[in-house]
T-cell receptor
Framework: AQSVTQPDIHITVSEGASLELRCNYS??????LFWYVQSPGQGLQLLLK??????LVQGIKGFEAEFKRSQSSFNLRKPSVHWSDAAEYFC????????????FGTGTQLKVEL | DAGVTQSPTHLIKTRGQQVTLRCSPK?????VSWYQQALGQGPQFIFQ???????QRGNFPDRFSGHQFPNYSSELNVNALLLGDSALYLC????????????FGPGTRLTVT
């Protein structure tokens, strides 16, 4: 079965600094990959997705992610973090041909220092 | 365009009771999935409904059941509630013929005492 690992439970960055959140997946083929953001008490908002093609994908709110097949990774990046980016971030995968059931990582809690 | 809506927002139940949660999908979507998110965890897939039938199921006991109506809305039922069922229950909708994108509702916070 597929699995998703987000190695960093908590990350703190200063406002204006760059950000990288790590995500590794375990699956025999290339899955569909997603990053979601969850603000306190809220549902999940889709930031970006990778299905195929260009391995660098752009999302909303200035986020981007790069798919690296050799490393089974899909890390999320942002060049300059804003205080409003403080939230929990989830990486998720869906296996091709398996419906669109999502398997999520345990999340990374981002704190932004002013 | 209304997004995914869920009701109620919060719910408190006692062990052994039964609960029903409701979800209306985003306009144009025909598939509804339910997820359970325990505190400090990522969402876990419960099941998915399409054409009023359960199509996929995660590793959850039969106490968890669901239904999809002709208008694509859905219910999640949990019987014989346990303390461990306390969680945020998220509904997600998608279009079966479209991409794998799922849009999530705000969730229902269930507390079992």
């Amino acid at each position: 079965a597929q699995s998703v690992t987000q190695p960093d439970i908590h990350i703190t960055v200063s406002e204006g600094a760059s950000l990288e959140l790590r995500c590794n997946y375990s699956y025999g083929a290339t899955p569909y990959l997603f990053w979601y953001v969850q603000s306190p008490g809220q549902g999940l908002q889709l930031l970006l997705k990778y299905f195929s093609g260009d391995t660098l994908v752009q999302g909303i709110k200035g986020f981007e992610a790069e798919f690296k097949r050799s490393q089974s990774s899909f890390n999320l990046r942002k060049p300059s973090v804003h205080w409003s980016d403080a939230a929990e971030y989830f990486c998720a995968v869906a296996i091709t041909g398996g419906g669109n059931k999502l398997t999520f990582g345990t999340g990374t809690q981002l704190k932004v220092e002013l | 365009d209304a997004g995914v809506t869920q009701s109620p927002t919060h719910l408190i139940k006692t062990r052994g009771q039964q609960v029903t949660l409701r979800c209306s999908p985003k306009s144009g979507h025909d598939t509804v999935s339910w997820y359970q998110q325990a505190l400090g965890q990522g969402p876990q897939f419960i099941f998915q409904y399409y054409e009023e039938e359960e199509r996929q199921r995660g590793n959850f006991p039969d106490r968890f059941s669901g239904h999809q109506f002709p208008n694509y809305s859905s219910e999640l039922n949990v019987n014989a509630l346990l303390l461990g069922d306390s969680a945020l229950y998220l509904c997600a909708s998608s279009n079966r013929q479209g991409t794998y994108e799922q849009y999530f509702g705000p969730g229902t916070r269930l507390t079992v005492t």
